[in-house]
């Protein structure tokens, strides 16, 4: 049994639900009429005395939307004396309707969503309606979030999102305000698929450019409209093969091979942990156990990104190869240290 | 305090009463103070108790009856036609509604018109003036939020669900429908699209062009069976016991009042922050010790009972500031006597500008600010978990200075000095 149950708000709200599905698939042609106090106390699990005491509060408050019928007879719970009702209590507490059917008659056009509190957070997370900590107690859990990128305006987004996925299906051309590097600029670019970066929370559409592809952050552009048709160039896949290697988005970058050791040994197995989960969608790359340690080899396009990443574990995960890339480290490491003397 | 005059509220309140002794027994004579009636009355409400499902017992406490009920027993706690009225005000504050007040203005005149055919929520049976007396109940109550002159629900007894007409439906699921693949909260938000979709009947979720790169998280997705064991405890209102495997990875016993529970998204984990109490005379749930923070990782929690004494910690002005002023979680006990003010210089880099004009968006509430200089700009802030602040600041490693906190400048110290020395090592 659930304790939730013991507060009545909650068995209120079981009890619309049951009746609100009733509702639903009565209006999709499913037979069903109501349901017996008796049955709702088996849908619900709760003792037949909290369901008597319950409804015969629920149909005295509901003013008809809720009704007994017994032996066609119809019994709304609505009394203007105090002796009816009295005995209209007495006869549902003595369980004289437990084999009457229950229905609700509301003629309410809206649809109750079933959210538990925890769906109902992330759903007001999604449409903002969080902005004032008074608002918190609201959830029933926080969330921190210093990594990730913040979108500003998550609505807007998803209707640029929602219309450069209608391109990308149609192969249509999209014109977009591109505000990277400063200055707006107006583009058409030939979108081939939406970009994700789940570390960062960083979304962004990838297009086609003559030889190759390349890629711009959403919250950098503003879908304006649809262009024409475009045809997809023949290489399209062995071009798209590449988005797994690709970190920051630098699809021009030089491509070089790496080889990157990971101690497993570091933070309690921490380390090995985060370092997997962070690599699971380069699929593209190899990822090997050699004793302590743990092997990444790949071919990455974005050396800033990857530095950064490299950066962001310290010494548990050490960069072997390039060495040009091994030198470049140190050299900015040495600066560092230099500079702290 | 306010009289009771309705039968249902001292029914409920004999109820509370009874439950707040634990399973001694309250007797006539206190029952009749407390609810302000006589002998009979105490005894139509003890056989009330028993028609609405609580097993309440008598006993002979002396000369006088005692009642009591066993605190194994299920209580269910009466449900009165105010109650179902406020459920139904409740259920029209969704998010996305007009201000109650607006709803209310609506509401009183259809009242007063006697207009019973246009009823709002179901509510046929109240008068305007009812209806302002227990949103007003509701507010008191702490039900209601005021917030900008918007009312929010509090979900703190009501649950509230959401009620939406079908175009509102529709333009969920087209958010819906964009969010990723990969996103942090995809699982949550995969079972409200199913929720949807079976009152509009869409087609299902296309991810197909969306490609994903990133860190994998897993951790929010079993948020749906945490929080109802903890609810299950009433964590907000009480402490709780709980067993948990430490980090030295033994098994630890603790009894904690909650203060939060947060999801820390870089670290994919959900942790419970709490203060420590002990096991006698101090279970009261007076405010504490600051060093004895807890922090505990939920997946470790192995055991969770419920504890006697109140909880006054949840989400109260210390924990709101301590979330507010937090980086992350740490793993260790984080007080507030951590807690640095830091001033850092980053290189003029596009990237970097981004990432940390959108970090002081995140945490204006801890006082970030960030300021344009010549050759950069600088990034102030309160900051509590210093080690945090760190592990975020390694990243951009070559492109920051630290402007003013010894500590941190140690800490980018000796975070430089090892890796340099990884790597002097690899190459020799």
Same mark, same amino acid.
Do not use: C
């Given at each position: 049994m659930n304790n939730e149950m013991k507060n009545p708000y909650y068995r209120l709200r079981q009890y619309y639900y049951i009746f609100e599905e009733l509702k639903l698939s009565s209006a999709k042609g499913c037979e069903s009429k109501g349901l017996k106090l008796s049955e709702l106390a088996e849908h619900t699990e709760l003792p037949i005395e909290v369901i008597r005491a319950d409804i015969a509060c629920i149909l005295e408050a509901s003013g008809g939307d809720f009704c007994l019928y017994i032996g066609g007879k119809s019994i $709304? %719970?609505?009394?203007?004396?105090e002796d009816e009702r009295k005995q209209f209590r007495s006869d549902i507490f003595a369980g004289i309707y437990d084999d009457a059917d229950l229905e609700w008659t509301s003629n309410d056009s809206k649809v109750m969503l079933p959210l538990t509190d925890e769906e109902s957070t992330i759903m007001e997370e999604v449409l903002h309606?969080?902005?004032?900590?008074?608002?918190? =107690?609201?959830?029933p859990f926080l969330k921190k979030d210093s990594y990730h990128f913040y979108v500003q305006d998550e609505m807007a987004m998803n209707e640029d999102l929602y219309r450069l996925q209608t391109c990308i299906k149609n192969k249509i051309e999209a014109k977009v305000w591109d505000s990277t590097s400063g200055a707006k600029k107006q583009k058409k670019i030939k979108p081939i698929s939406l970009f994700y970066d789940a570390t960062i929370n960083l979304y962004a559409v990838v297009y086609l450019t003559e030889n190759g592809l390349s890629a711009v952050r959403m919250d950098k552009i503003r879908f304006i409209d649809e262009g024409k048709c475009f045809e997809t160039p023949d290489d399209i896949d062995k071009r798209k093969k590449i988005i797994p290697n690709?970190?920051?988005?630098?699809?021009?970058a030089k491509p070089f091979n790496v080889r990157v050791r990971i @101690?497993?040994?570091?933070g309690r197995g921490n380390v090995e942990k985060s370092v997997r989960k962070d690599l699971e969608?380069?699929? @593209?790359g190899k990822l090997t156990e050699e004793g302590d340690f743990l092997i990444y080899e790949d071919k990455v396009y974005g050396k800033e990104a990857f530095i950064r990443w490299l950066f962001s574990y310290g010494k548990s995960v050490i960069l072997e190869k390039p060495v040009s890339l091994r030198k470049e480290i140190i050299s900015i490491l040495q600066k560092e240290a230099k500079k702290m003397v | 305090m306010k009289k009771m005059t309705c039968g249902k509220e001292k029914l409920a309140h004999m109820i509370s009463i009874l439950k707040g002794a634990h399973g001694k027994p309250v007797t006539t004579g206190d029952l009749m103070r407390e609810l302000d009636c006589n002998r009979n009355s105490v005894n139509n409400y003890y056989k009330r108790c028993l028609e609405s499902g609580n097993n309440i017992k008598k006993v002979n406490v002396g000369h006088e009856t005692g009642y009591y009920i066993e605190e194994s027993e299920m209580v269910y706690d009466p449900l009165t036609t105010d109650m179902v009225y406020k459920y139904m005000i409740m259920q029209n504050?969704?998010? %996305?509604?007009?201000s109650i007040k607006e709803l209310m203005g609506i509401d009183i005149q259809q009242k007063d018109e006697r207009d019973? @055919? +246009?009823?709002i929520g179901g509510?046929?049976? =109240?008068s305007g003036s009812k209806y302002y007396d227990l949103v007003k109940e509701l507010i008191e109550e702490g039900e209601l939020i005021v917030y900008d002159e918007k009312y929010y629900p509090a979900r703190k007894n009501i649950p509230v669900s959401w009620r939406v007409d079908y175009t509102t439906a529709e333009e969920y699921l087209n958010i819906l429908t964009m969010m990723?693949? %990969?996103?942090?909260s995809q699982k949550i938000m995969d079972s409200v699209y199913k929720k949807i979709n079976e009152i509009i009947e869409s087609d299902d979720k296309d991810f197909s062009s969306y490609v994903v790169v990133g860190r994998t998280y897993t951790s929010l997705n079993r948020i749906n069976e945490l929080i109802p064991l903890l609810k299950s405890v009433d964590y907000i209102k009480h402490l709780i016991k709980i067993k948990y495997i430490s980090n030295t990875g033994k098994t630890s016993e603790c009894i904690i009042a909650v203060g939060l529970v947060v999801y820390s998204v870089e670290k994919d984990k959900i942790y419970i922050i709490g203060e420590r109490r002990g096991?006698?005379?101090?279970?009261?749930?007076? $405010?504490? +010790?600051?060093?004895l923070t807890v922090f505990i990782? =939920?997946?470790?929690?192995?055991e969770v009972k419920p504890e006697k004494g109140i909880n006054r910690?949840?989400? +109260?002005k210390r924990f709101n500031e301590l979330y507010d002023r937090m980086f992350s979680i740490s793993n260790s006990r984080i007080v507030e006597e951590n807690e640095e003010r830091v001033k850092v210089k980053f290189a003029d880099d596009e990237f970097i500008k981004d990432r940390i004009k959108n970090l002081c968006e995140y945490r204006k509430k801890s006082g970030a600010v960030v300021e344009s200089v010549e050759d950069g700009f600088i990034y102030s802030d309160m900051i509590v978990g210093l080690d945090d602040f760190i592990k975020f600041l390694r990243q951009f490693t070559g492109s920051y200075e630290v402007l003013n906190s010894d500590r941190l400048e140690s800490k980018k110290k000796e975070y430089v000095k090892n890796l340099l020395d990884a790597y002097k090592e690899e190459t020799e």
């Open positions: $709304s %719970g609505q009394y203007k004396h309606f969080h902005n004032h900590p008074k608002t918190r =107690i609201m959830q690709v970190w920051g988005l630098d699809f021009d @101690n497993r040994t570091h969608s380069r699929v @593209n | 504050v969704v998010p %996305g509604a007009d019973r @055919n +246009n009823d509510i046929r049976q =109240i990723p693949p %990969g996103h942090h096991s006698g005379s101090d279970v009261r749930g007076k $405010s504490s +010790n600051k060093e990782d =939920i997946e470790k929690i192995r910690s949840y989400q +109260n």
